[in-house]
């Protein structure tokens, strides 16, 4: 699954991309060079809603938007910074994301294609934004379905905060996913679950039972995520050009509605386990999608 | 409300729509509105669900994959006959489903595919109308009901829209639930009152005057009048995307910031 190979012909010391920084992730995802922020800190557009609960604002409120190229085409990246709040999704951080999706949607529909790169880092909705930071992910969620009939939307989990709440529907909903072992992907996080449903359904502090399930390896290996790759900005990089040389799908995951039934039906809720759900949600069915991509755009 | 009586969602269902075509926990029929047919969609308890965790009007794995299927069944049939009916969703969801086996098998893609065809389901044409029977909560308004053109809720108790249950919310944020309400007072979005809810913009219509629980034949006319109101309102503006919920008094009032950062992105989104 790990193709993705330094282009490096010697052996050189990895830049780690789960220690960058949101800004330095997007810079380092865009061809050299030709990162430009948008709505950057000099910009100031600040939560309004933090101040009133005496949380200190961020002045990019915890998200940069860039744009640049990726393999010499238009490009934008959203990168969202796990460092503040969590990666939480308030009013301004999500307004940003689904404004520039819309904004790549409009260029696509003028035959100007802009390639989508959205770094998933967050536990979801900012609790203080509350409604507001729903509202605001639902509106990523529809912007991400009108834009990737245009080009593909790849998403990137790399760690170490992971994608929880209505987040990981929006990188469920992405055309390709791109993880790390490092990378958790789930709605509910275990936190959540415990507090939830009891410790007896699931013990949050039981760290290898976590990665089991929602670890990038598993996830992967189960076909909810495409793309394994080592905590390498080279790797990370190479595996999303790898993401738009291969175009549109001819059929997203999250459309594949009877496949997931029915590999739902095969599955029996008392005994499956990590391992066992690999027999049934595999990649046999991805090998089939790829020889059926559509053209791109 | 106990097991045995119906949940809102499903006794709302029933007044609309009449009987379901599909079993639970995701109820479908067409029926007639406003002198056309429309579609109407539901998740209602389901006790027997093979999901232990999913067995209430929660949104799980099998309601997910199973919305999706109902809905992209619905466009088929209208693709087939190339009229581009309203989908109504009845929102009566109080979470989504929280336990492990749901995260292992990928409730986030389940909930997602619902996300899907609900949006590419309004992005065809079709007017999508969610109406807020109940509580519409988190990742399961997500799933059911938030991808519609025009959301209208019930003015009555137990009518709800938020990010996390309140109980769950005072624990997290370490607070007391009497604490959390004054709160909302304030701070609007953090409010669960469906009139704060209206106050962000988010809201097309606060329907009073109706009992959610045991509605007369007049107020049962009432909404479906609402319904086909919104409808039209759809099908006269033409836009498929969500702009219309940054356009309202509200809107500008308290998502000024969202505004303002669709505005000078887009200012900034050309220049050299």
């Known amino acids: 699954m790990n193709t993705v190979a330094s282009t490096h012909p010697a052996p050189l010391l990895r830049e780690s991309f789960i220690e960058l920084p949101a800004r330095e992730r997007a810079r380092s995802l865009l061809d050299a060079g030709t990162f430009r922020e948008l709505l950057g800190p000099f910009d100031r557009i600040e939560s309004p809603w933090l101040p009133l609960q005496g949380v200190v604002c961020q002045a990019d409120d915890g998200c940069v938007i860039a744009r640049g190229t990726i393999g010499g085409e238009p490009a934008v990246v959203a990168a969202i910074e796990s460092a503040f709040q969590g990666g939480s999704i308030g009013e301004v951080s999500g307004s940003k994301i689904a404004a520039a999706l819309e904004l790549a949607l409009r260029d696509c529909e003028r035959g100007k294609i802009v390639r989508p790169v959205v770094l998933f880092e967050t536990g979801g909705v900012r609790l203080q934004e509350a409604n507001l930071g729903l509202a605001v992910i639902a509106e990523i969620q529809a912007a991400i379905v009108a834009l990737r009939r245009h080009v593909p939307v790849v998403g990137v989990i790399a760690g170490m905060v992971g994608c929880f709440g209505g987040m990981s529907l929006a990188a469920a909903l992405c055309s390709y996913l791109v993880v790390t072992k490092q990378g958790r992907l789930g709605m509910n996080g275990p936190e959540v679950i415990e507090q939830e449903a009891g410790i007896e359904e699931l013990d949050a502090s039981d760290r290898r039972r976590v990665w089991q399930l929602i670890g990038g390896e598993q996830r992967t290996a189960t076909a909810l995520a495409d793309q394994l790759v080592d905590d390498d900005a080279d790797a990370v990089r190479a595996a999303v050009h790898a993401a738009f040389a291969q175009g549109v799908p001819a059929a997203h995951r999250s459309e594949q509605v009877d496949i997931f039934l029915n590999r739902l039906a095969q599955i029996d809720p008392a005994t499956v386990t990590p391992e066992t759900m690999r027999d049934v949600f595999n990649r046999h069915m991805q090998n089939a999608r790829n020889t059926l991509r559509k053209e791109q755009v | ?272």
């Open chain 2, 1 to 272: 409300m106990s097991d045995v009586q119906p949940s809102r969602g499903a006794r709302w269902f029933r007044a609309l729509a009449g009987e379901s075509v599909s079993h639970a926990p995701v109820w479908s029929a067409d029926a007639p509105l406003g002198g056309e047919t429309a579609h109407f969609f539901a998740v209602v308890p389901d006790p027997s669900n093979r999901f232990p965790r999913a067995t209430d009007n929660v949104v799980g794995l099998e309601q997910g994959w199973r919305l999706a299927r109902a809905v992209r069944d619905a466009m088929a049939r209208d693709e087939a006959s190339g009229t581009r009916r309203p989908i109504v969703a009845i929102v009566d969801v109080k979470s989504q489903a929280y336990g492990y086996r749901e995260e292992m098998l990928g409730i986030h893609l389940a909930c997602a595919a619902a996300v899907d065809a609900y949006a590419s389901a309004r992005d065809a044409g079709h007017p999508v109308i969610a109406l807020i029977v109940g509580p519409a909560m988190s990742g399961a308004f997500l799933a059911h009901g938030y991808q519609a053109n025009r959301i209208v809720a019930l003015d009555a108790p137990g009518t709800m829209v938020h990010a996390m249950g309140k109980e769950a919310a005072a624990r997290v944020t370490r607070r007391t639930v009497e604490a959390l309400d004054a709160l909302g007072e304030t701070i609007v979005p953090m409010s669960y009152s469906m009139a704060s809810f209206a106050r962000l913009g988010l809201l097309d219509q606060l329907i009073d005057g109706v009992d959610a629980d045991a509605p007369d034949a007049a107020q049962i006319e009432r909404v479906r009048q609402v319904l086909t109101a919104q409808i039209r309102s759809v099908r006269d503006d033409g836009r498929r995307n969500l702009a219309h919920r940054l356009e309202s008094a509200e809107a500008q009032k308290n998502r000024a910031a969202s505004i303002e950062v669709h505005r000078r992105l887009a200012e900034q989104w050309d220049a050299v």
